[in-house]
DNA sequence: GATAAAAATGACTACTAGGTCATTTTATGT
DNA sequence: ACATAAAATGACCTAGTAGTCATTTTTATC
């Protein structure tokens, strides 16, 4: 997937000796130019992000970058995969505890990993995925697949269960799962791109939309 | 504020006779170059898209779009400002008819507004406004200002209104208005940038919202 | 039809930035 | 120390595109 500039070693060759800097120092090296091309992209978006900027913010020399990844979109793409990975919203029925209310495990999973997205990074990351989104549509199918989905069905799933044991008197969050996640959408784009100077608590604003479906404690 | 390559005759002079091509079709000409600079831009982002690309699209040559814009960037400015105007929702309380619920007013209002948003091209143009904002914050702020901040308003006085009247029960619409576009936008999000494959129906998914504050019906 | 003023043209320039590669540096095994 | 192979360098090449402007075309007036 991600090339480095170091050959595999295959294992039916014998185990050649291996000479030059330590492939530590390489995957040191790379790890460098990952994290300056993700402040690039975050603070400048892809267009205006030059493979020079990445280098210099990394420390390197203009071809170094080229020795990780053949070009500019194959820098990104690594970034962006990279970095989503831990960027789960998890919610699965699976971790609820027995005589747990919907209620309060929402609070306890999802409420408490969005208090801390704007803080960690996440919400930049959603930003960088929906504003590059239409020049990168793969970009956009993995946080789909790895995110998005996911939630929405742990969310269905959740809603069903809460309205057969009549904690949940409201239907509309079993057609549409996507009213849970709406305001979290919402605030990361409000915050980022629509009005900086006023952001929203992302976290009041799930729990004032949880109290809307579950009634206030 | 958008110059046109015409001079504005002053009126202390005598109005001199006018030579060449009639006010009519220069107007004509400059139209035909925003619209297809809208089309470019929204196809191709801002980055992507090139001045001769806007000018083969329009029918013209390479130099006219710079009789009418000095810049790539003033013409992208140009094009979203007078897109925006016309893509206002609206729920002025001024409207409401004697004796209307809030809840019918909104549905009379903001929800015939928001069923057309996709077909009418608003959603794409909040879209580009969105992903480009970052390279061009004037622009967002015209559109917070113009579209978001009195929307935004409007649904507090209702939200104070009703709940005086007894028709609103739940509280958190006072503090957070946001709670009532929050699908909207993830809605126009959703459907362009996260999952084109599956469009949501903005307008149901706006009624299902509605009817978690207003009893449905 | 001649004239003049504005509009439109498109070859041209300047510059930016992605990508290459011969050369140099670094670090390891002998 | 020396040899060697990988890693890193940065001058260089090149493509593409924003913006210019001398020239040509259009069209209303005389």
């Not at 976290?203 to 479906?213: P, Q, R």
Request: proline share 6%; hydrophobic share 40%.
């Amino acid at each position: 997937m991600a090339d480095g500039p170091t050959e595999i070693t295959k294992a039916s060759e014998a185990p050649r000796a291996r000479r030059g800097p330590s492939p530590e120092k390489t995957a040191q090296t790379r790890r460098v130019i990952v994290d300056a091309a993700l402040g690039e992209f975050l603070e400048k978006g892809y267009a205006d992000t030059t493979m020079d900027g990445v280098a210099k913010r990394a420390g390197v020399a203009k071809g170094t970058p080229y020795r990780y990844f053949p070009a500019k979109e194959a820098l990104f793409e690594a970034v962006v995969r990279e970095k989503i990975a831990g960027a789960v919203i998890d919610a699965d029925p699976a971790n609820r505890r027995p005589d747990e209310t919907a209620s309060t495990f929402l609070r306890r999973t999802m409420l408490v990993s969005i208090r801390e997205i704007e803080r960690n990074g996440r919400a930049a990351i959603a930003r960088l995925v929906l504003v590059e989104g239409a020049r990168f549509p793969e970009m956009t199918d993995i946080y789909r697949r790895v995110m998005f989905e996911p939630l929405l069905n742990q969310i269905r799933t959740l809603a069903a269960t809460a309205r057969s044991t009549g904690e949940l008197r409201r239907v509309e969050l079993e057609k549409y799962p996507h009213l849970l996640i709406a305001p979290i959408w919402f605030a990361i784009i409000h915050n980022g791109l629509l009005d900086r100077d006023h952001p929203l608590d992302i976290g009041d604003l799930f729990e004032a939309n949880l109290d809307l479906f579950f009634d206030a404690p």
